[in-house]
T-cell receptor, first 112, second 112 residues
Framework: DGGITQSPKYLFRKEGQNVTLSCEQN?????MYWYRQDPGQGLRLIYY???????QKGDIAEGYSVSQEKKESFPLTVTSAQKNPTAFYLC???????????FGEGSWLTVV | QQQVKQSPQSLIVQKGGISIINCAYE??????FPWYQQFPGKGPALLIA?????SEKKEGRFTISFNKSAKQFSLHIMDSQPGDSATYFC???????????FGQGTRLTINP
């Protein structure tokens, strides 16, 4: 089935460590996105890519980095510079220049 | 700053009742208004969307009402069921999915 696969679902890390969240899509979408969701808050855009390996910063890019070797894969690294990394991270994709985005199941990151 | 304000934060409705969630926006250039439904621990899923050329759109028990002059739109869930219990997000954009601005979310509980 076509969809967006995020892994791992749950991740625990010690403060000061970098962590990478995986996102793969087989929808043949051109654009991919990373959002952060905190309890009781809306979704905030971290990074997105509409052309392979051409990344654009979203509203809260500081402390995060992305990479993209192929359009189907868009991993997110949460670096030690991110002050409050504990959150629910959502990967999404869309057909470029359309409005509708489709989300993965999310990854819970807890930093202790 | 472009914002979408969503209310209420939480809502409890009896089974069979009508659930109403409201959103207000500031940017008159917005031309796409989706609603997403999110179950606990899952990613948001597109529920229904509207563009400003119509004032209402209905899909099954879900209806979006749009008031362009008031810069408001709302989601109505008719005959609410316990399975509708979820968090609902409104959003707005112009010019592509990367421009989506999300509301803060409404946690809806349908009591049996």
């Amino acid at each position: 089935d076509g969809g967006i696969t995020q892994s791992p679902k749950y991740l625990f890390r010690k403060e000061g460590q970098n962590v990478t969240l995986s996102c793969e899509q087989n929808l043949n979408h051109d654009a991919m996105y990373w959002y952060r969701q905190d309890p009781g808050q809306g979704l905030r855009l971290i990074y997105y890519s509409q052309i392979v390996n051409d990344f654009q910063k979203g509203d809260i890019a500081e402390g995060y980095s992305v990479s993209q070797e192929k359009k189907e894969s868009f991993p997110l690294t949460v670096t030690s510079a991110q002050k409050n990394p504990t959150a629910f991270y959502l990967c999404a994709s869309s057909i470029r220049q359309t409005d509708t985005i489709y989300f993965g199941e999310g990854s819970w990151l807890t930093v202790v | 700053q472009q914002q979408v304000k969503q209310s209420p934060q939480s809502l409890i409705v009896q089974k069979g009742g009508i659930s109403i969630i409201n959103c207000a926006y500031e940017n008159t250039a917005f031309d796409y208004f989706p609603w997403y439904q999110q179950f606990p621990g899952k990613g948001p899923a597109l529920l229904i969307a509207i563009r400003p050329d119509v004032s209402e759109k209905k899909e099954g028990r879900f209806t979006i009402s749009f008031n362009k002059s008031a810069k408001q739109f709302s989601l109505h869930i008719m005959d609410s069921q316990p399975g509708d219990s979820a968090t609902y997000f409104c959003a707005a954009s112009r010019g592509g999915a990367q421009k989506l601005v999300f509301g803060q979310g409404t946690r809806l509980t349908i009591n049996p």
